[in-house]
């Protein structure tokens, strides 16, 4: 019997599937073999579509960036939660809201941060992100090289933040395991910390991992102090 007609897919199916690793699998996972094992494809049949593991990656980012622009995020908002005009709002507030939409978008795809971290920012909807930066600081008055540093600490400040939260959740998530150590009087010592004996050498980090700070208002703080740098506050 001949074989029947080899299967077609679409970019988004093999992006798709692709994520999929990366969500259940991790970074290392992803890969032209292993998206087409995953596909049940041959790995021939997927360097039609992508002939190495850095196309790949390429478009897993341009597929993530995508959905910010086609304002898969929650609606853009200022500080006050105020629905924002783009076009008609200062610089300011145009960087905080792409800012912030970028956050809400790498907190749902939080694999995502080590694409971000390990492809070229090359594409059309990463240029489109940047020219919005670009755009935002200098209207404010930076010049070229300025607004490239500025747009450059602002990713930064983006793609650190979701990084050491997602950290911090997987610790978190690792404390609630069966067998996790908790002192009542202090609250849940992490598991990570019966690997040392010297913690009470370091008394202000000790309670500043206590307190109870929201990473998104973390965030925002980071940002403000971040943007009054930059344009003056």
């Known amino acids: 019997m001949r074989p029947g007609p080899r299967r077609s897919l679409t970019h988004p199916e093999i992006l798709d599937a692709a994520f ?14 292993g998206v087409a094992g995953a596909l049940g494809l041959t790995p021939t049949a997927m360097y039609t579509y992508y002939p190495n593991k850095q196309a790949l990656l390429a478009g897993m980012v341009e597929q993530v ?5 086609a304002g898969e995020t929650d609606a853009t908002t200022d500080a006050s939660g105020a629905p924002v005009d783009a076009a008609a709002a200062d610089p300011r507030t145009r960087v905080r809201a792409l800012a912030r939409d970028l956050r809400a978008l790498l907190v749902e795809h939080p694999g995502a941060v080590g694409l971000l971290l390990a492809t070229p920012l090359d594409g059309p909807n990463a240029t489109r992100m940047d020219e919005q930066l670009l755009d935002a600081f200098t209207g404010a008055g930076l010049d070229l090289v300025g607004a490239g540093r500025a747009a450059h600490a602002v990713r930064v400040h983006v793609l650190g933040a979701v990084a050491f939260d997602a950290a911090d959740a997987a610790r978190a998530e690792a404390d609630l395991e069966p067998g996790a150590r908790t002192i009542t009087s202090v609250g849940r010592v992490a598991a990570s910390d019966t690997l040392w004996d010297d913690l009470e050498s370091f008394p202000l980090s000790e309670r500043s991992r206590r307190l109870d700070d929201d990473p998104a208002e973390r965030f925002a703080w980071g940002l403000d102090r971040l943007l009054d740098g930059l344009l003056g506050g």
């Open 20 to 33: 999929e690793l990366l969500e259940t699998k991790g970074f290392d996972a992803v890969s032209v073999r």
């Open 65 to 69: 960036l995508g959905r910010l622009h």
